[in-house]
């Protein structure tokens, strides 16, 4: 007789697990197959691949692989938002991966360097500057702050700082090697007020440098990379209109601003592509302003028909608020001013009355239209073609689109970008739309996409992402801030080593295609460079 089950009991038997099949019909495909086939798969389980053999790592690893999912995530969505091309060709699946050279923008470089581009690695890269994921190093420049403040500029990699104490200096921001490259004494006592690169110069190996002097002197110098060394191309003698207050420079020519607002205009003979050490530059105009305060930003645009030299500046209008506005110098290759134009930022408050434009020029095609009203200074300016961004203590930007033509030069209706906490001291715009902007504390950095706007998507705030890195310097900073808060209690203050960790940031940002730098001063007075690592 069967004994009777319990309540508990079921009387169905646990099916047996299956034994995994010894066949492997997936790795006996060809390659060309299994590409065919792990090109469907999302990223998540591309990765889980490169860990099932060696022949899965190096086939989920093909660079051909990557290349299209580095079009299809970052490439295609960036030309569909752009009214021109997309709207230029209807056939169907004219935005899909090609590789020919139209299709990628401004990224055809990564497909004309052929195999040297690692498109995976770009991939990498790029995600983390849209998820803002990075890692934060610190490089100490100065321990005590210059008078002048240090100057900052940053190419391809390698940050320049200048002061009256150390020189002009190169300091490589790369992750694995960041030091001091090389540095140069200015030979004058004279402090430096105004910094500029030649980024226009291509890949030649060598960076150009622009330095402006409190005497008016200006010097041009050149950092070999291979050798790691400076040499001074041209010095200027100092001059009685005063300090430089801004520095443009686009071989072969460069533009000056003094703080008495002169504005003059350069060009040397030679390049220093071809020779370290240049001729003499001829003045070819000087023209004084009226209306142009700080902050101010000049840039450089040439081709084979002109040269535009630009000033964007901010100005004060009724009603004790600021506005922005934009004058543009037309120049022929030799030199000879065509055309002035100038643009005001439209709004509701019209500009204070000036006797004359911002630049004395010879004649003027825009009038000036209705100003936005600001009702504090601007803590920073930053300009790109065609993007014009100004930074705001209510922690706020504002963005312009400049329209600029042979016939006509505007500034369209700003618009404001939220998403900061605290007062923004600095921001700095790519001539892709890409902007950085960073708090006073340092301890906010926002990465901006602001290319193909529209009033939808500024209204959502989708624009910005907080930059969020391991080792990021405010997490440390507010906890040794609370500690030593506690430990104060009713004394009369903090001591000088709490001190330290209250930085603050100086208003310069700056960025390449891989960091973000920033330029931080401690309590103490030391000023270090804040590397945000992104690959």
């Avoid at 899965?56 to 093909?62: E, M, R, V």
């Avoid at 300091?171 to 200015?186: D, E």
């Avoid at 007020?193 to 010097?219: K, P, R, S, Y």
Wanted: hydrophobic share 35%; net charge positive.
């Amino acid at each position: 007789m069967s004994k009777r089950l319990r309540e508990d009991e079921s009387d169905i038997r646990p099916v047996k697990r299956a034994r995994p099949t010894s066949k492997d019909t997936l790795s006996r495909l060809s390659d060309e197959l299994l590409l065919r086939v792990l090109s469907f798969l999302p990223i998540t389980d591309l990765n889980i691949c490169q860990r099932i053999s060696h022949k899965f790592k190096g086939i989920a690893a093909d660079s051909q692989l990557w290349k299209a999912l580095y079009y299809n995530r970052f490439v295609r969505p960036r030309a569909s938002r752009l009214p021109g091309i997309r709207d230029a060709d209807t056939a169907p699946g004219h935005l899909y991966f090609s590789s020919k050279l139209s299709k990628w923008l401004d990224d055809d470089n990564l497909v004309k360097r052929g195999q040297e581009t690692n498109w995976k690695k770009q991939y990498k890269l790029r995600n983390n500057w849209t998820k803002g994921n990075c890692n934060v190093s610190e490089i100490e420049v100065a321990e005590q702050p210059p008078i002048p403040p240090l100057l900052v500029r940053m190419h391809e990699g390698i940050v320049y700082t200048a002061d009256v104490t150390g020189g002009l200096r190169a300091w490589s921001s790369k992750k694995k090697a960041q030091r001091m490259m090389g540095s140069i004494n200015f030979g004058t006592s004279s402090p430096p007020t105004a910094m500029a690169l030649d980024v226009g110069a291509g890949n030649t190996g060598c960076h150009h440098v622009a330095i402006g002097f409190e005497d008016g002197a200006f010097n041009v110098y050149t950092f070999d990379h291979e050798v790691e060394k400076f040499s001074e191309g041209y010095s200027h003698a100092a001059s009685s209109n005063g300090m430089l207050s801004a520095v443009a420079y686009c071989s072969p020519y460069l533009v000056t601003m003094t703080a008495s607002q002169l504005l003059s205009l350069y060009q040397f003979s030679g390049s220093p592509k071809a020779a370290k050490i240049l001729d003499p530059p001829r003045l070819l105009h000087s023209l004084m302003s009226h209306t142009v305060y700080p902050p101010l930003s000049l840039a450089i645009r040439s081709s084979s028909q002109n040269i535009v030299a630009t000033i964007a500046f901010a100005f004060p209008s009724y009603l004790s608020g600021w506005t922005t506005g934009i004058q543009e110098l037309w120049l022929a290759p030799d030199g000879a001013l065509l055309d002035s134009r100038l643009a005001m930022s439209s709004g509701s408050s019209q500009p204070a009355p000036q006797p004359n434009p911002a630049v004395s020029p010879v004649r003027t095609t825009s009038p000036f239209s209705a100003a936005s009203v600001g009702y504090s200074k601007p803590t920073s300016l930053s300009y790109s073609h065609p993007y014009l961004l100004l930074s705001h203590s209510d922690n706020t930007l504002t963005l312009y689109l400049v329209t600029s033509s042979d016939k006509v030069l505007s500034i369209g209706a700003g618009s404001r970008l939220w998403g900061h906490t605290s007062s923004v001291s600095g921001a700095h715009v790519g001539g892709r739309g890409k902007a950085v902007s960073v708090s006073s504390r340092g301890d906010e950095l926002r990465i901006w996409e602001l290319e193909g706007t529209n009033r939808r998507k500024l209204a959502s705030s989708d624009l910005s992402v907080r930059v969020q890195g391991e080792n990021f310097p405010s997490t440390t900073s507010v906890k040794r801030l609370s500690s030593a808060l506690a430990r104060k209690g009713s004394g009369l203050g903090l001591e000088v080593r709490d001190m330290e960790d209250l930085s603050v940031v100086r208003g310069w940002v700056g960025f390449d295609e891989e960091n973000v730098v920033v330029l931080k001063e401690r309590g103490a007075g030391s000023q270090s460079l804040v590397v945000y690592d992104f690959t």
